[in-house]
């Protein structure tokens, strides 16, 4: 089978966003056997995406599309595929009442424009969007396959990962089975380089993906039936996490917090923090895991040096230490701990940039975890990113930390 991908949009061209979902799905393709042969991006213009659709008719038999099946006058993937076929559109029924239902459950009238993303044509099934407004499409005609989906990246991924990948399977010769690990501690290059030849394995396969939060590694098997993929995938599985260890921390679906959330309620416990460089965004990053109330108790942003004083810090630490020092940290998790009375603190400290502070570089980060057992700590590798980055990279860090610590692999002073 050879593929192709058309990504629509004006703004690719424009170089306002970068095609990441051209990138998720030349890998995807890649391991499920499928080879990609093009690539191409084309502007809202119906006449020339029209043209890329008769060039990619000829030379491949299976098109995927991105972006372009909003509401909006310059949406215009749907319109171009039926222009292609010459099969006229025409509304369905139940995508329509489906539409409807979704902006009666936000309580908002839907504009009649919308009305346009509840289109089929003959040879078109709808595809699934649970968590965004326009279906895709699966077209099959003459020996052809035609998948459109969205331009949103994570509508995109769901789509292709739930809808898509499952109807590849008949085309491909037997089932296929995937399981995702995520990782954190090794960045992309070294989990591949940890897991050696088994990057290069067949079937089943293993892909790295780098994410904001976490490396995944996507295993996939290929088999005739439900049972050998599995067990095809169970056993590269169990090879995998043995070579990369602790640095896993789920499978797909979990984030750092949701997998320290689930811990720390599964042993009754609590938890609390006080930050300084993160600003607040290590208790956001923890209450979105949705029943974060059960075990967050609260925290403190405590970015000035008298507020860390006022909620506990003893003054004396500060001077003899600075601000940005393992030892503040320590008795900034200490302190919050104490105060708010949880049986975990975490208290971090450093430097986001751009300017150097207390003569520490910036991305130079201090962090502490205190629990009933002791304190563990870990200083931030030295991170040059911009504020963002550096503040991100903290969280995570500090989050992976507590995990450790609640998983044994770190041992509490």
Known sequence: MRAEIISCGT????????????TYLSQSLATLGIDLYFV?????????????????????????????IGPTEDDATRESISALLGEQMQVDPQLEANLRARYTHASRPMPERNVKQATLIPSAQALANPIGSAPGWWVEKDGHIIVAMPGVPREMYRMWEEEVVPKLSAFTGGLIFTR?????????????????????????????????????????????????????????????RQILGEHVFGIEGDTLASVIGKA?????????????????QLASTITDFQSSSKHFIGGIVSYSTDVKIQMGVPKETVERYGVISEETARAMATAVRQLLKTDFGIGITGV??????????????????????GIVTCMGPGWRGGRADNKRHAVLTALNLLRRYLAGTVSPE
């Open 40 to 68: 191409s991006q084309v502007g809202d213009n119906q006449g020339r995406i029209v043209e890329t659709l008769q060039k990619a008719w000829q030379r491949s038999d299976l098109i995927i599309m991105t972006g372009g």
């Open 264 to 280: 720390l309620q599964e042993r009754g416990q609590t938890l609390s923090v006080m930050e300084s460089l993160t600003g607040g």
């Open 352 to 373: 986001a940039g751009p300017d150097k502070q207390e003569e520490k570089p910036v991305g130079t980060v201090y962090i502490a975890v205190a629990g009933p057992e």
């Open 11 to 22: 703004e690719l061209l424009l170089g306002h966003i970068t095609d990441t979902n051209a």
């Open 180 to 240: 995702l690990l995520r990782v954190y501690g090794l960045g992309e290059a070294a989990v591949e380089e940890e897991l050696g030849e088994l990057i290069h394995n067949t079937n089943p396969t293993l892909a790295t993906y780098a994410k904001n939060d976490a490396v995944d590694v996507r295993i996939t098997a290929k088999a005739q039936t439900s049972e050998e993929a599995l067990q095809l995938v169970a056993e590269m599985e169990e090879r995998a």
